[in-house]
């Protein structure tokens, strides 16, 4: 390569690289694992490498053999009754159900660390950007939880800029991290105005005086992430078909909103029911404890 062409430096990206197991076949491209690519231009030449991320899903898959965490299109489990259910849904909010294959998005932050993300807070890990070895999970120094976040957050020398989506109060929350920190600051929220859901936030726009979030049309259902059923499966039912009359395109969209509404409302009594029955085990743990004691 021409020097005169070309300036020395480091071009890394992140995406799907890995697709089977065995002779198990993924169903779908944003299911591979992660990739990290690294391209190094130095006085006219090109040296390239690239290398798995290892995530705590890639690890448990290629130590078993098989899916061992939910991915896009996958899905590990094997039972839909009510006691695994539950045991999804305690997974579900304390995070371990969802995927930390950070297959989407590789940012440079303000303090030189190489983190690349997935649509899962999970999914946040620090790599080595010249051996592109995995460091290990970007660990957040705040209470504001929440389970899923933007993969194309707005990253600059001065701060890192990101909307977590709420799947519990349905909203956005906006938040940012200064250089060498790993506290999210809350800077607003926005509720959802269209849905029982926030939806599919991808990525998002920042002016000089306003974080713009868009709310889309497709979005989340936390039945979805815990029940036993293939992506392709339900995506068959819910296709929309794009159609001449803008008319029959709105309703088929509004019915989606619909069954949405249903499939959330139902997620509402199994989560009102496991508080139920996690407070009374608590309960009785401690009286039987006090009654001892």
């Known amino acids: 390569m021409s020097k005169y062409l070309v300036q020395n430096g480091t071009y890394l990206r992140n995406g799907p690289g890995l697709w089977h197991l065995g002779d198990y076949n993924f169903r779908h491209l944003f299911s591979g694992y992660a990739t990290l690519v690294r391209l190094h231009i130095e006085n006219g030449r090109l040296i390239m490498g690239h290398r798995q991320i290892e995530s705590e899903a890639y690890k448990a898959a290629k130590k078993t053999n098989k899916v061992c965490h939910r991915e896009f299109s996958e899905s590990p489990y094997e039972s839909n009754n009510f ?6 849904m305690a997974k579900l909010f304390t995070g371990a159900l969802l995927p930390d294959n950070a297959n989407i998005g590789v940012f440079k932050l303000g303090d030189d660390r190489v983190i690349c993300l997935a649509e899962t807070i999970n999914g946040s890990i620090v790599v080595d950007p010249t051996t592109l070895e995995t460091i290990g999970r970007f660990e957040y120094d705040d ?8 993969p194309h957050p707005i990253v600059t020398d001065e701060e890192f800029i990101t909307v977590l989506p709420d799947l519990i109060n349905p909203g956005y929350t906006v938040v940012r991290t200064e250089p060498g920190r790993n506290e999210r600051k809350f800077i607003g929220r926005v509720d959802c105005r269209g849905g029982p859901a926030p939806g599919w936030l991808h990525s998002f726009s920042v002016t000089e005086r306003y974080v713009i979030v868009p709310e889309m049309p497709l979005r989340y259902c936390p039945q979805n992430l815990i029940r036993v059923r293939a992506a392709n499966e339900s995506s068959r039912s819910s296709r929309v ?31 009102y029911i496991y508080i139920y029955i996690y407070f009374f085990f608590i309960f009785l743990i401690l009286s039987i404890y006090i009654f001892i004691f």
Not at 83 to 88: F, H, K, Q, T, V
Not at 143 to 150: D, E, N, T
Not at 243 to 271: E, F, M, P
């Open 83 to 88: 006691l695994s259910y539950i045991g999804r």
């Open 143 to 150: 209470s504001l939880g929440q389970l899923i976040q933007s």
């Open 241 to 271: 078909r794009a159609g001449s009359s803008r008319n029959r395109a709105r309703t088929r969209v509004q019915n989606i909103k619909l069954v949405s509404s249903q499939a959330d409302s139902r997620v509402r009594v199994y989560i």
